[in-house]
Each structure stands twice: as structure tokens, then as C-alpha cells.
């Protein structure tokens, strides 16, 4: 059995292991670890549904790709009221644009939906030392003190994130009976390809004959939201060129949200929207760190 075939079946068995009796919470970024994880599911026959969160910046070829996939469910994020939250209105809401240390917009519009389920997603060892360092086979989170008590009582094997909550590497018996104590009441991550490579990916979704999100034909390395601020700013001009509608938006959007600042009573250093925009893609010669007293 070749390399890849036997983490293939090792990756089924682990989502045969922590099947929930209400199935998956299967998300679907779009990206070519979410197109393994969604095959996957389909070959272990496990109950599941495939759901993708709009995030409102989304590539145009990503939103087109997922509307490809059969069965799947697009979600949107809200805020307590039941109003539709986006990038754009996000920015004003918190007077600040999204940035490496404040990644507002991945809790509020990419990790949003599956409260109480299981969620199955495509993190990976391999993609970054931090998901090294912060991700295993399933990882749950709660209130730390109960979840490592929880652990410790039933003989799970397990470590801990920077947040408190667990994280499991094996799918023992232990680790099992963890699962079925917390997914109801915490929010449970089931990582069944934690330890494929990229190669294995492009080998798996080679051999199912699945085409994958066309951006990757175009040279991109990763699939994400346009102007990420995690790429960095070489990265976040690229997406501006590739897309001029989306850095207008951000632009228009960094205007309200310094009316919104000055409207509060906040500090702010710059005046239009497209002085932010310099700043935040790294083109603002001054550099001024946004945490720095408050001074934008």
C-alpha cells in the first residue's frame, strides 16, 4: 500500500471514530485542503453537511467554484440582532482595519456557524508553524479548567493551546469518550488530514479527478480572502491589482470607519481613507504602528 493510500485510510478511520450521531459540520473554504476533507466525508460515508462562510471578500473565482460543489450550504454572518455582517461594515464596527494581531475578521466571518456540532476541517501540520503548534487531530475549546479536567479524568492523552483549550493527537478510546463529553457544549475540531503534506493533496485530489479552486491554475499558492493582511503587503497589492473593486471598497470603507473614529472621539493621525490603505498595505513612509497610542 503506497504512502498516500494508507493516510487515506487512516484519515477515513478517524472520521469514522468521531462520527456524532447528528453528523459533520463539514466547512468548506474553498481552498484544496477543504476539497480533500469534503471527499473524504463522501468515502467514509459518514453523516455530514458541507457549509461554507461568506466572508463578503472572497475571491469571485472562489465564490464561483463553491457554487460548483453539490449540496452545499452558503452561510452568512450576523451579529446578535440578526443584521448581516461584512467586511466592509466590520471595519467601521471596529474602528480599525483587520491586521496580523487583530484578526476580527476570521472570528466574526470565517469561523461563525456549527455551534454545538462537530466540525471537520482541512488544517494541516504542514501549512504553517502555527498551526503546528496549535493544531492536532481534534482540538477542543472551552472553558480551560473543565476541558483539561475532563482530559485528565477519562486518561486523554492531550496538550494545551495558548487559549487553554485541549488538544488530542490520537483517536484512542480516551480520546474518543473525550469528544462525546464536550462537542455539545464546545466548540470540537475534527482535523482528519492534521499530517498530509501538500504533495499528498495534490496526489489525492489528482487521483479523484477533482479540478480544485481555478485560482491555484493562476499561480496562487494558497486560497484566502483578498488583501489578507497575513500575506503580508507585497502579498495584499498583488490582490489590489488583481482586484481594483475590492481595494476601492477597502478605501471607502477606512473613510467611514475614520468618521466613525473621530465621531467617538478617538484619536486619528490620518484623514482620508486612502492614507490608511497606505499605511496598511505598508506604503505609508512614516510606518506608524496602529497600536501606538491609538494614532491612526
Given at each position: 500500500m503506497s504512502s498516500l493510500a494508507e493516510k487515506e485510510r487512516i484519515a477515513i478511520e478517524r472520521l469514522r471514530a468521531f462520527e456524532p450521531p447528528d453528523g459533520y459540520f463539514v466547512c468548506v473554504s474553498g481552498g484544496k485542503d477543504s476539497d480533500v476533507i469534503r471527499i473524504l466525508a463522501q468515502l467514509a460515508g459518514v453523516g455530514h453537511e458541507l457549509h461554507h462562510n461568506l466572508t463578503t471578500?472572497?475571491?469571485?473565482?472562489?465564490?464561483?467554484?463553491?457554487?460548483?460543489?453539490?449540496?452545499?450550504?452558503?452561510?452568512?454572518?450576523?451579529?446578535?440582532?440578526?443584521?448581516?455582517?461584512?467586511?466592509?461594515?466590520?471595519?467601521?464596527?471596529?474602528?480599525?482595519?483587520?491586521?496580523?494581531?487583530?484578526?476580527?475578521?476570521?472570528?466574526?466571518?470565517?469561523?461563525?456557524?456549527?455551534?454545538?456540532?462537530?466540525?471537520?476541517?482541512?488544517?494541516?501540520?504542514?501549512?504553517?508553524?502555527?498551526?503546528?503548534?496549535?493544531?492536532?487531530l481534534v482540538k477542543i475549546l472551552g472553558k480551560p479548567k473543565t476541558t483539561q479536567n475532563l482530559a485528565e479524568e477519562i486518561g486523554a492523552d492531550y496538550r494545551t493551546t495558548r487559549q487553554g483549550g485541549v488538544i488530542l493527537n490520537h483517536d484512542n478510546d480516551a480520546s474518543r469518550r473525550m469528544v462525546e463529553h464536550c462537542y455539545r457544549t464546545t466548540s470540537t475540531m475534527v482535523n482528519p488530514i492534521i499530517d498530509w503534506t501538500d504533495s499528498d493533496v495534490w496526489e489525492f485530489l489528482r487521483h479523484y479527478g477533482c479540478p480544485a479552486n481555478p485560482?491555484?491554475?493562476?499561480?496562487?499558492?494558497?486560497?484566502?480572502?483578498?488583501?489578507?493582511?497575513?500575506?503580508?503587503?507585497?502579498?495584499?497589492?498583488?490582490?489590489?491589482?488583481?482586484?481594483?473593486?475590492?481595494?476601492?471598497?477597502?478605501?471607502?470603507?477606512?473613510?467611514?470607519?475614520?468618521?466613525?473614529?473621530?465621531?467617538?472621539?478617538?484619536?486619528?493621525?490620518?484623514?482620508?481613507?486612502?492614507?490608511?490603505?497606505?499605511?496598511?498595505?505598508?506604503?505609508?513612509?512614516?510606518?506608524?504602528?496602529?497600536?501606538?497610542?491609538?494614532?491612526?
Open positions: 471578500v472572497d475571491a469571485p473565482e472562489t465564490i464561483a467554484y463553491i457554487k460548483t460543489i453539490p449540496d452545499i450550504v452558503i452561510d452568512h454572518a450576523t451579529d446578535k440582532d440578526g443584521n448581516r455582517l461584512t467586511m466592509w461594515n466590520l471595519i467601521e464596527k471596529k474602528l480599525m482595519p483587520p491586521t496580523r494581531l487583530m484578526r476580527y475578521c476570521c472570528s466574526e466571518l470565517k469561523e461563525h456557524g456549527g455551534t454545538g456540532r462537530v466540525k471537520v476541517t482541512g488544517v494541516r501540520w504542514d501549512e504553517s508553524r502555527q498551526r503546528s503548534e496549535n493544531g492536532g485560482l491555484y491554475q493562476c499561480g496562487h499558492k494558497r486560497v484566502g480572502c483578498i488583501c489578507c493582511p497575513m500575506q503580508g503587503g507585497d502579498g495584499m497589492k498583488r490582490d489590489a491589482a488583481m482586484y481594483p473593486k475590492y481595494k476601492a471598497a477597502y478605501i471607502r470603507a477606512f473613510g467611514r470607519m475614520l468618521k466613525c473614529r473621530k465621531e467617538a472621539g478617538k484619536p486619528t493621525t490620518w484623514e482620508t481613507g486612502l492614507e490608511v490603505w497606505k499605511w496598511w498595505v505598508g506604503d505609508d513612509p512614516n510606518q506608524l504602528s496602529f497600536f501606538e497610542e491609538e494614532q491612526i
